[in-house]
């Protein structure tokens, strides 16, 4: 222990009170003042406790240690003078613990808090000192930690001490939840750091290390969002409550964990996060303070600590973090409870739900709850553009980069999908040596469908499961009709009304295990699958069963009913491509009929006119628009309309519809698929170059911030600019079927040449410049074709296009100064 003697000149056995600290005109340093400063008023105070006690008889622990349950807490009476101006130091009688001492400035009064702050470190010492002293240089007050009553010094006060220090061996154990609640409830170094210890202790439960999956958090891939600098400002000025309202694996938890280690050092907030399943908000404060202070409370304490904490005059404001709060559940009725609480400015709450209406309405919908009233609401979804910017350069540290645009891909804008593309790298051995890396297509294609079937082939609950979850939903024939469509266009939505004995029989389970939530969309009470990766594999496989029995009977209508039924899903030409694939795999055999199928449903795109439309605004909001004769009212879902109309002008929206099988088919492309024994005669040749004809662009709607850049060719139809790169399925499984061996490829080009359609070379011209960007083995190669052949071709076309009523405009190009960007709606 750091102890110094107390000298006097004399040694006398008596001192006199010393004159209060006068100001020095001395040229010091800030910190010399500070030290001579408290060295003053720790010899004042002690004169005025002990003025009948020898100087040498008392010696000063300046540093020392107290510990709370589990953690510790290091008192530096020098570094606290100097940050707060009160300093604690602990005094020593014949090498027995005689006192704890808190010193303030003479500018602060003494308060009853100060007493008791004092007093709850002299309960967590061991042994306890009997006595505890405060001063501010002006008044010095001494007490019995025991009591609380004031100890009054006289004649006789050496014999006191005596007397004092003989009872202390005597007296029971402190009451430890007393001091404890003291500790935490004033001392504004201490609680903070067990907060966010008890924060971290949570993370790292919910935290998988780099390859692993299967819990929410990603130990070393953290991508920021910028909703979580929106939690950060609401909690500093705004409501009681903020609200993190998104679909399941949107990455909710992950926001939660930014804020806690954003916040980790700050002096404004400090985050405890607790999860949302288990016994209710009080209840679980009260038992993790038994666990991790071993202080016993119950859920009425701990409701009592959380207002007294919530009114407190300085130090940062607890901020309870909870993940994953469901409506009528315990920690939902807490919350309710605690909105009716008159609590102070200093406690906020952050909550994540995936569906907030169940938390902030009441249960007819019609009134708002305690948390809606006090509640700011804060939408998180799909990354934006500049979120998946900054993803991109956080994968590229782990080795993972993206072919150029990938930025133009919705389906990447999930946070779940660049998850499992991570935990995929980082599990390989074939990237560890930390300069090996990996190249992801600008498209999404099948390697997710692998990378989840190995990821997950031992967890046999979660997928039987999800697998009778699929079949019902594949099966349901009202699916995707009203405003569940929007829904399950952006995310998987399975209706419980669906739902067989034995998809009822396991939801319990599925639900206990986090697997799905449960709520209501709409009118539809619907269930959501909480790994959308697995689920999307096991809907894949429940088509492939159902496109097996009907392509018994009719290959080709087998192939119509998969593009049909997948129209307007989630990931529907991925579904799609793999339910192929594995009926292939199964089976052994792949009808070409099922190809014709899909082939059969062209794709068209029609102006939006007198219809009626449904759209999601980004806070997920359902909007209704009544479209006639070039005007648009808002209007119900019965198209009723109200106010004035929205003249549409002259460039009029256009609306895509039934393009979901031609883009399965540029996913099965993308897999090398031939005739028997006949490697020349290429099926996915062939796809392409019917698929690759199509007159306008196969992509999903961007809904996210970045519309593509297209060049209209008139009749043509319209392409792509070129400086995008393969952001078409299709294009990209042309440019990987060209990146390798192939005695045919010089025979699809001399086709594709001599089909003479716009669109078609147009993604052969993007393919090529792919090769030729990534394949150095075929760099050469791709080059030529382009120069000698394809490029001159194109050319010639566009002149051959040109019509005398374009003379007066700008001449079709496929120079980007000719391109316009464009964001189509679904």
């Not at 199964?586 to 759209?615: N, Q």
Request: hydrophobic share 40%; net charge neutral.
């Amino acid at each position: 222990m750091n102890k110094q003697a107390i000298k006097t000149k004399t040694g006398a056995a008596k001192r006199s009170i010393p004159p209060k600290p006068a100001a020095s005109t001395a040229a010091k340093s800030p910190k010399a003042r500070n030290e001579a400063e408290l060295e003053a008023r720790i010899t004042r105070a002690l004169a005025e406790a002990f003025p009948n006690i020898a100087d040498d008889a008392i010696v000063l622990q300046r540093h020392f240690t107290v510990r709370l349950g589990h953690e510790t807490r290091d008192l530096d009476s020098a570094a606290l003078w100097h940050k707060t101006g009160r300093a604690d130091i602990l005094l020593f009688h014949d090498d027995r613990p005689l006192a704890v001492l808190e010193i303030k400035r003479d500018t602060v009064a003494i308060t009853r808090q100060d007493y008791e702050q004092a007093q709850s470190y002299a309960n967590m010492l061991t042994p306890r000192p009997p006595l505890v002293i405060v001063s501010n240089g002006n008044d010095t007050r001494c007490y019995e930690a025991n009591t609380g009553a004031e100890w009054k010094p006289d004649s006789d006060a050496g014999a006191k001490v005596q007397k004092l220090l003989a009872n202390t061996a005597k007296i029971a154990a402190a009451d430890m939840r007393w001091a404890i609640e003291a500790l935490l409830g004033r001392d504004l170094d201490l609680w903070p750091s067990a907060m966010r210890s008890c924060t971290a202790r949570l993370l790292g439960d919910l935290t998988d290390p780099p390859g692993a999956s299967g819990r929410p958090v990603a130990r070393d891939f953290l991508f920021p969002r910028i909703a979580t600098a929106q939690a950060a400002a609401a909690l500093k000025t705004g409501t009681l409550f903020t609200l993190i309202d998104g679909p399941p694996a949107a990455g909710k938890t992950n926001l939660l964990r930014e804020l806690a280690q954003d916040t980790a050092a700050s002096d404004e907030l400090a985050v405890l996060m607790l999860r949302g399943s288990g016994p209710g908000l009080f209840q679980s404060i009260a038992n993790l303070f038994a666990a991790a202070f071993e202080w016993p409370l119950t859920p009425h304490d701990a409701r009592q600590w959380m207002r007294r904490m919530s009114q407190a005059d300085a130090g940062p404001s607890l901020v309870i973090a909870i993940d994953g709060v469901e409506p009528g559940t315990v920690m939902a009725a807490d919350l309710h409870e605690l909105a009716s609480i008159e609590v102070g400015p200093k406690l906020k709450v952050i909550l994540t739900a995936d569906q907030r209406e169940g938390l902030t309405r009441t249960t007819n919908g019609r009134a708002t709850t305690g948390i809606g009233a006090l509640g700011t609401e804060i939408e998180l979804g799909t990354l934006g553009l500049e979120e998946f910017r900054v993803a991109q350069r956080i994968l590229a540290e782990a080795r993972i980069g993206f072919v150029p645009g990938a930025e133009y891909c919705q389906d990447y804008r999930a946070p779940w999908v660049l998850r499992a593309l991570y935990d995929d790298v980082a599990r390989d051995p074939r990237y560890g040596d930390g300069r090996s890396g990996v190249i992801l297509s600008a498209a999404l294609g099948l390697r997710l469908v692998d990378t989840t079937r190995e990821t997950y082939a031992g967890q046999s609950d979660l997928l039987r499961g999800y697998r009778v979850l699929a079949r019902d939903a594949i099966a349901d024939n009202h699916s995707g009709v009203g405003d569940l469509a929007i829904a399950q266009s952006n995310a998987f939505v399975v209706r419980q009304d669906a739902l067989s004995p034995e998809s009822r029989e396991r939801l319990a389970g599925l639900r206990a295990a986090g697997h799905v939530r449960v709520y209501r969309q709409g009118r539809e009470d619907v269930v959501l699958p909480t790994v959308p990766a697995v689920f999307m594999v096991e809907l894949a496989d429940a088509a492939a069963a159902i496109l097996e029995a009907r392509g018994a009977a009719d290959a080709k209508a087998a192939g119509e009913w998969l593009g049909r039924r997948l129209e307007g899903v989630y990931l529907g030409d991925l579904v799609g491509a793999q339910a192929i694939r594995t009926l292939a795999e199964t089976t052994g055999r792949f009808s070409e009929g099922i190809v014709h199928g899909l082939f059969s449903i062209k794709p068209r795109e029609e102006l939006v006119e007198d219809r009626l439309i449904a759209f999601a605004t980004p806070d997920g909001e359902i909007v209704h628009l009544k479209i006639e004769r070039g005007k648009a009212w808002v209007s119900d879902r019965f198209g009723n309309v109200r106010g004035e109309p929205i003249n549409m002008g002259s460039e009029r929206s256009q609306m895509m519809g039934d393009v979901t099988g031609w883009m399965i088919l540029g996913q099965l492309a993308q897999l090398p698929t031939a005739r028997v024994g006949d490697d020349a005669d290429r099926i996915d040749a062939k796809i392409l170059f019917e698929v690759g004809q199509c007159p306008f662009p196969l992509l999903r709607a961007n809904e996210r911030g970045l519309g593509h850049l297209e060049h209209d060719l008139g009749d043509h139809g319209r392409v792509l600019c070129t400086e995008q790169g393969a952001i078409e399925a299709t294009t990209q499984a042309m440019a990987e079927m060209l990146s390798r061996p192939w005695e045919g490829a010089e025979d699809f080009v001399a086709a594709v040449l001599e089909e003479g359609s716009l669109p078609l070379l147009h993604r052969l011209m993007i393919a090529l410049r792919t090769v030729r960007g990534y394949r150095e083995d075929r760099t050469e190669w791709a080059s030529e074709v382009l120069r000698d052949h394809v490029a001159p071709e194109i050319k010639r076309l566009l002149k051959t296009a040109a019509k005398p009523k374009q003379a007066t405009r700008s001449k079709p190009s496929i120079k980007r100064k000719s391109a316009k960007r464009r964001s189509r709606k679904r």
